[in-house]
């Protein structure tokens, strides 16, 4: 009988593990290419399906010799580079949970995450144009460096005992303090190690955790999604069902990096479910995105608005030839129809709605859908997921194109990594997951997004929770209240504005408040601009009134105002 209130259909396919998924595509498709990737040293690699197997399962090898066990946390600190794909694979083929890192972030941002997840190791990058990952992990934990191979023991991370460090020109060192990644990575030529992998994978199972995957939310501390690995398979098989990818045959170029859900889900499960071909940089350059999605011959292009109002601007100059694009990701509607015009071979833009909760994309438009539909929509629900549009606080169901929250059921998280009752506000004892996204579904059943009930901004395609850009702001010593709320960018979409109130006797400028959150936050989290005010309104029960501050910025999007 139908539960009321209750649309959508659950479904189910038989559920793998990720490396067997990767195995069953590689029996088709073994000498395909994978991977097509560049990084920003001009250095260019290719992988087929084989070698990405075998080189993965050498690297579990690896692991397994370096001690990684079923179920330990391996936090991955790494650029979009080949190696992060074998990472992946290897990690979870013996059954050990990946928590990817933002490299974006700062120590401090880190080493909470370090320490939440209790990650029992870290592999990392050495470096990345200026940025020094190994000077940052001295700052997170000056021990590493003095303690032997596996055997790392601080006050500073209870929980780490393994630091594995790769090394970007591919080169190995000899240190007592860290395994060398280029030597894990030639783990396969250990036939006991290599056995002792294998024997692992027989272990692991569809529901197994995956990933701890940290998201900002409307709390000040990032959440870590647990997500297992049969979900992460499963929606990437449905909503490329969706897409209607040509099993085999798409090319696809993402510019989107590998930490984020837009790089694993709609980049690597995209991909590498159907025996397609991946094109990636390690990091966003408009120039040579063109460059690659024009002599690769690319199907599909995936990046947030941003970065397609970057690739906008010089297609606008002529020189590319992209008729081989038939999909682009979604964006606002001028920005599509620029697209577009640009590029008469686009029939399908691709605009989702989901969350991490629910492995990425709950609802996607489809070459099915019509144009106007796709301009204007999400798309439908994804077979497996029911949903249910609720008036927002309560449990009553809205009419059919009625704004209300989004709960969804189905393919969703197992929760947040050690945050019961975050869990508990999140997912309900009938097991609906509570976007807190507003959405309307008319009776045809296409989606449209609304807004955000809770607090929080999307620069440039990344979620920044406010109440944590308010709470460093707020450890200034000269500052004693503040407001954060987002405003229109032509570029990024939304930036902050922070209301700053400083203390009576002190003075405080833009500058400052500034280099204190350029020092403590990642870079997309730190504020635009900057309001200082005598006082900042409160509600009733004495909270910062939000909602009265961001009327106030939507009043004067153009200079910061003034109360």
Not at 183 to 203: F, I, P, Q, S
Not at 499 to 514: G, H, K
């Amino acid at each position: 009988m139908p539960v009321p209130g209750v649309r959508g259909a659950q479904m189910s396919s038989g559920p793998q593990t990720l490396w067997q998924q990767l195995l069953e595509v590689n029996d088709r498709f073994a000498d395909k290419e994978a991977l097509v990737a560049v990084d920003v040293d001009g250095r260019e690699r290719r992988l087929t399906y084989a070698e990405l197997v075998e080189r993965a399962r050498s690297l579990s090898a690896g692991l397994a010799a370096a001690g990684v066990r079923q179920g330990d946390r391996l936090m991955l600190w790494m650029t979009n580079l080949p190696e992060w794909v074998l990472c992946y694979y290897a990690a979870l083929r013996i059954g050990a949970v990946l928590v990817p890192v933002n490299t974006w972030l700062k120590p401090t941002e880190i080493e909470y995450m370090l320490r939440q997840s209790r990650s029992r190791h870290l592999l990392l990058l050495d470096r990345f144009r200026k940025l020094d990952f190994e000077a940052m992990l001295d700052e997170i934990c000056a021990d590493w460096q003095g303690s032997a191979a596996g055997h790392l023991w601080t006050d500073a991370l209870p929980e780490l005992r393994t630091v594995i460090v790769a090394h970007r020109d591919g080169s190995g060192e000899e240190r007592e303090s860290c395994f060398d990644f280029q030597k894990l990575l030639a783990g396969g030529e250990d036939k006991n190690a290599l056995a002792v992998a294998d024997a692992m994978e027989a272990h692991v199972r569809p529901d197994d955790l995956a990933m701890i995957k940290y998201t900002s939310g409307s709390t000040g501390s990032p959440k870590g999604v647990m997500l297992e690995q049969g979900g992460i398979v499963e929606n990437g098989l449905r909503h490329t069902e969706r897409l209607k990818a040509h099993e085999g045959n798409e090319r696809w170029f993402s510019a989107m990096p590998f930490f984020h859900a837009g790089g694993n889900v709609w980049g690597l499960m995209t991909t590498l479910t159907r025996g397609s071909t991946l094109v990636f940089t390690e990091a966003f350059d408009p120039a040579l995105s063109l460059q690659l999605i024009e002599r690769e011959r690319c199907t599909t292009v995936f990046g947030v608005p941003a970065m397609l109002r970057d690739m906008v601007t010089l297609l606008r100059g002529g020189g590319h030839d992209l008729g081989s694009v038939r999909m682009i990701s979604g964006a606002d509607p001028g920005l599509v129809a620029d697209l577009r015009q640009l590029v008469p071979s686009i029939e399908t833009t691709l605009n989702p709605f989901g969350l991490t909760e629910c492995y990425g994309p709950a609802s996607v438009t489809s070459p099915d859908d019509g144009p106007e539909l796709q301009r204007t929509t999400c798309g439908r629900f994804l077979d497996g997921i029911e949903y249910r549009v609720v008036e927002p606080g309560t449990d009553r169901d809205v009419e059919p194109g009625t704004p209300g929250e989004a709960l969804l059921r189905g393919p969703i998280m197992r929760g947040y990594w050690d945050k019961p009752e975050e869990t508990a506000r999140a997912v309900d004892a009938q097991g609906w997951l509570h976007s807190e996204d507003l959405i309307s579904v008319d009776p045809q059943g296409y989606v449209r997004y609304v807004g955000r009930i809770k607090a929080m901004l999307k620069v440039g395609g990344e979620n920044v929770s406010v109440e944590e850009v308010e709470n460093v702001i707020l450890a200034h010593p000269a500052v004693l209240d503040c407001i954060v709320v987002g405003v229109p960018d032509p570029r990024k979409d939304q930036v902050g504005r922070a209301y700053v109130v400083c203390e009576s006797e002190r003075t405080v400028d833009e500058d400052e408040v500034r280099a204190w959150c350029n020092a403590r936050l990642a870079r997309f989290k730190v504020p635009d601009q900057y309001v200082f005010v005598p006082t900042l309104p409160r509600t009733g029960s004495g909270k910062p009134d939000r909602a009265a501050m961001q009327k106030l910025a939507d009043a004067d999007t153009q200079a910061p105002a003034a109360l």
